[in-house]
T-cell receptor
Framework: DQQVKQNSPSLSVQEGRISILNCDYT??????FLWYKKYPAEGPTFLIS?????DKNEDGRFTVFLNKSAKHLSLHIVPSQPGDSAVYFC????????????FGAGTRLFVKA | GAVVSQHPSWVICKSGTSVKIECRSL??????MFWYRQFPKQSLMLMAT?????????EQGVEKDKFLINHASLTLSTLTVTSAHPEDSSFYIC???????????FGDGTRLSIL
């Protein structure tokens, strides 16, 4: 039961352009959404998050958009830089019945110089 | 920022041995820590939730006698893979919850290779 889905396993973007990573979820009980960045052989690093009561959160080059009616969120990176090349995990969490975070399968972003 | 240290980063051992992985929160106390397993090109799969001073909560399909979790203090949780076999080879990652609505912070993971 994949509650959090990242349907694009990879994405290639030219340096300086916008990167858009998408994520869909099925459980309406999720109340907090996060994006993590992961390099090979390292643990994920927290990037940005958004509460279910908001539809946008911005932090520098990173913006997360949440569309609750569509159960969809996206991460925008602009401008993209070669150092952004990594695997990006979308995650959703809920605090009902105990805290739990569910991760998507990840999208590998390649930013070409 | 919150730092989580995981040790060892890589371990290779013979089939049948037990392996202990440590997860420490270095600059905060964590009443809750999580253990994940990641197969190549797949997502992080939650194995169990480790609560300080109480028994861990295991996800469905995870053998609690196989993967022993101890959360003896507010800064340390351990995962012991008992009688490890080649199918246990994987990347194991821990995370800790700082509290106060902060997100989980992850360790750098442990690559376990069972020969």
């Amino acid at each position: 039961d994949q509650q959090v889905k990242q349907n694009s396993p990879s994405l290639s973007v030219q340096e300086g352009r916008i990167s858009i990573l998408n994520c869909d979820y099925t459980n309406s009980m999720f109340d907090y959404f996060l994006w993590y960045k992961k390099y090979p052989a390292e643990g994920p690093t927290f990037l940005i998050s958004i509460s279910s009561i908001k539809d946008k959160n911005e932090d520098g080059r990173f913006t997360v958009f949440l569309n609750k009616s569509a159960k969809h969120l996206s991460l925008h990176i602009v401008p993209s830089q070669p150092g952004d090349s990594a695997v990006y995990f979308c995650a959703a969490s809920r605090n009902t019945g105990g805290f739990k975070t569910i991760f998507g399968a990840g999208t590998r972003l390649f930013v070409k110089a | 920022g919150a730092v989580v240290s995981q040790h060892p980063s890589w371990v290779i051992c013979k089939s049948g041995t037990s392996v202990k992985i440590e997860c420490r929160s270095l600059d905060f106390q964590a009443t809750t820590m999580f253990w994940y397993r990641q197969f190549p090109k797949q997502s992080l799969m939650l194995m169990a939730t480790s609560n300080e001073g109480s028994k861990a909560t295991y996800e469905q399909g995870v053998e609690k006698d196989k993967f022993l979790i101890n959360h003896a203090s507010l800064t340390l949780s351990t995962l012991t893979v008992t009688s490890a076999h080649p199918e246990d080879s994987s990347f194991y990652i821990c995370s800790a919850l700082p509290g106060g609505n902060q997100p989980q912070h992850f360790g750098d993971g442990t690559r376990l290779s069972i020969l």
